[in-house]
């Protein structure tokens, strides 16, 4: 059975900054990609950023410059550094796991989420 389990969530006043991990665990043969997406209240859930098994990355426009995704193949970690943190960026985060091999095939999970508030 596969589980993503986030941490690093709290409360941080504008211009913050905050770690996020996320670790997968299980019986995994591989993980192809790795990525954190977002929603805040009363809206639709958001990608926020990506990263392949290669290092391959991409930003939503709305983090880029302030936000950088990284991953541990070996421990199967994916981290979001968040910096400059403001009052929109607001929201559950939630880790994904994008085709995770395992014996009974290939499949993406999700995350339970972690909060994120940005608040003076």
């Known amino acids: 059975q596969v589980q993503l389990v986030e941490s690093g969530g709290g409360s941080v006043q504008p211009g913050g900054s905050l770690r996020l991990s996320c670790a997968a665990s299980?019986?995994?043969?591989?993980?192809?990609?790795m990525g954190w997406y977002r929603q805040a209240p009363g809206k639709q859930r958001e990608l926020v950023a990506t990263i392949t098994s290669g290092g391959t990355t991409n930003y939503a426009d709305s983090v880029k410059g302030r936000f950088t995704i990284s991953r541990d193949n070996a421990k199967k970690m994916v981290y979001l550094q968040m910096n400059s943190l403001e009052p929109g960026d607001t929201a559950v985060y939630y880790c994904k796991g994008v085709q995770i091999r395992t014996a009974s095939g290939s499949r993406d999970y999700w995350g339970q989420g972690t909060q994120v508030t940005v608040s003076s």
């Open positions: 299980g019986s995994i043969f591989s993980i192809y990609g």
